[in-house]
């Protein structure tokens, strides 16, 4: 593709490739620009001054001063040993961060009113790099065709015309009926067309497969379609002869009183073979002589572009540039579709199983059906948090010790109760909190999405998790609340377990809001990644 020093000196840089300095010359691999060649980038902090060189590029990338590698006055002095202009203070910094990579795009590039320089050649000097010279390049370069004079320009046009025929051919546009009848006047020239098919275009140096190149020219052809054309005009018009007879050096068909062609002598007539089939591919092959002069200027010209661009990258370099192995992005929706896709089968698999089993006994639990998420909570008073005081910090964020509510007059202890909550994003939630695990039928452990710990191990007594707490804080969301003033309990240490921590000071239960936010992101954050089912939004949600 063609490309610019700009565009070159920052795909260099990022590819690491080299980029030197030779006499007035900078060389990218095999293409060089003069070293006061213009790139697109403009001076100034709104890009409103004249464009850089490229030689002042390519010296800031030598003698960074903005990274502290080297000074100011150090990158001033290269550039006064090499005659070069230094970019200014104000552009340095986003210079190089563009050139770079670091940023994508740069106020201060401007391709509008700018005039692209042109690569010069190399001179006999850079055989020593390993390259042709500049006289060897010219000696193997094909020349430049000329302008086209107006008469060639107007037979260049009737043969694009010939040519859009010659395409249409192969998708079934046959002749028209005044160009079978033009053609049927003439028989003896058109059947003699048709034998010489095969050697067309032998007197004017075109051989029978410069359609396909003609196509590959840029014509707009498809290659194979003009093969296929191709070969059916050789195969009708010349490459079957039988059903002819030799006439005055053409071939001529001889025809039954039925107007069907008859076999000569020796030769295996082709069924179905008529003389309608004949004109047609003799007509083809005569619509391609036509379009010769456009297929030819067609040809050149593409040459001629091809031969001015400059192969900024490859398949090897593509391969080998610096990829990212992040996409964040991306795997957030393949999680939230893995979510939808498990629940899905989780709800249509838990309909299948119910067909085919026995009813399960009514659960122990009142409120608790599928899609209904448990909350286990320590049973003993001296936690915390309990079934005594867990429904108000739930509902209102308000902690009270337990042993307060107990106290009080016609205080009841729940043992279990639901609890509907609605996240920031709209998401919901139905909460069943208990403190006796040991009631849950076997199946209904999957729904345990989230447990307080208190700090003993035999709170899990009996939990169906032969690996221990390892295993329960994998498949539930764990919390560990404890007062200001106390020691964490060292067994908590190897539990993933997310820290509460709650003050005696009745001043300080404003903070108990802050504390219960922490708890309902972690849960929702733990239910999307292991337990999307549990979780509702505003169309499908039960609350």
Known sequence: MLSDPLTLL??????????????????????????????????????????????????????????????????????????????????????VEFLTGKVAESKSVDYAGYEQPEPVELEDASAGLGLESAEAKRASKPKERAEPTPEDREKIEKAKVAFQRFLLQPIGVKPTAEELASAEGDEDEVEAEGAAAADVGADEGVDAGEPAEAAKGGAGADAMEVDEANAKAEEAAGGDKEGKEEVGGATKATEDEKGTPAATPGSAAKPGLMKQEILEAALLKQVFNEAKPFIRFDRERVQSIQRREIAVRDRTSVLL?????????????????????????????????????????PSAFPGLRPGVTILIVPSAITSIVSMYNVRPLLEASEFTPGAELKAKEGFVKETSFLVSHTFEDGTKLELLVIDNPAKLQPHEWAQVGACIAQGSTWQFKGWPFPQGEVEIFAKMCGFYIRHSDEIPNQKTKGWTVTNLVFSREKSRRHEVGVIMTTFWVTLQKFLKIHKGNLLHNARSSRV
């Open 321 to 361: 540039a610096p990829s990212t192995t992040k996409f964040g992005v991306l795997e957030t929706l393949l999680e939230q579709f893995k979510h939808k896709n498990k629940r899905k089968i989780e709800e249509t698999g838990g309909r299948e199983a119910h067909k085919h089993q026995p009813a399960a006994r």
């Open 10 to 95: 920052r795909d260099y840089t990022i590819g690491g490739k080299p980029v030197v300095l030779e006499g007035d010359h900078i060389v990218f691999g095999s293409t060089r620009f003069e070293r006061t060649a213009l790139t697109a980038y403009k001076a100034g902090a709104t890009g409103g001054g004249d464009y850089y060189p490229i030689d002042s590029l390519w010296a800031i990338l030598q003698k960074d001063p903005t990274q502290g590698k080297n000074t100011a006055g150090e990158y001033v002095a290269f550039c006064g040993s090499q005659n070069i202009k230094p970019v200014g203070i104000t552009d340095r910094k986003e210079l």
